[in-house]
């Protein structure tokens, strides 16, 4: 069972940062691409932002500008950096791994954005 280790989730203010972590084996993580993911209650899950093998990176409109997707190869982790963060961005928050018809999730962490 491959494991994709969240981090970095919590509650911060409107207009805060917050720096979420997903840690995967070197096995899949040099070869997969990464995406994080988020669901907030009462809606669809919905990706934020994706980042190829190749390190290329892709955004929801929602985010561009604020969040900034990254990955370590050393490290075997993907960031997703969070930038003026607003209430609407309250959600799980979820790590994705796929490749081909290959697809792995981590378990979630929580973002609160409120005063």
């Known amino acids: 069972q491959v494991q994709l280790v969240e981090s970095g989730g919590g509650l911060v203010q409107p207009g805060g940062s917050l720096r979420l972590s997903c840690t995967a084996p070197g096995s899949i993580f040099r070869i997969y691409a990464m995406a994080w993911y988020r669901q907030a209650p009462g809606k669809q899950r919905e990706l934020v932002a994706s980042?190829?093998?190749?390190?290329?990176?892709n955004y929801a409109d929602s985010v561009k500008g604020r969040f900034t997707i990254s990955r370590d190869f050393a490290k075997n982790t993907v960031y997703l950096q969070m930038n003026s963060l607003k209430p609407e961005d309250t959600a799980v928050y979820y790590c994705?791994?796929?490749?081909?018809?290959?697809?792995?999730w981590g378990q979630g962490t929580q973002v609160a954005v409120s005063s």
């Open positions: 994705n791994a796929r490749r081909e018809q290959f697809e792995y």
């Open positions: 980042i190829s093998s190749a390190s290329n990176t």
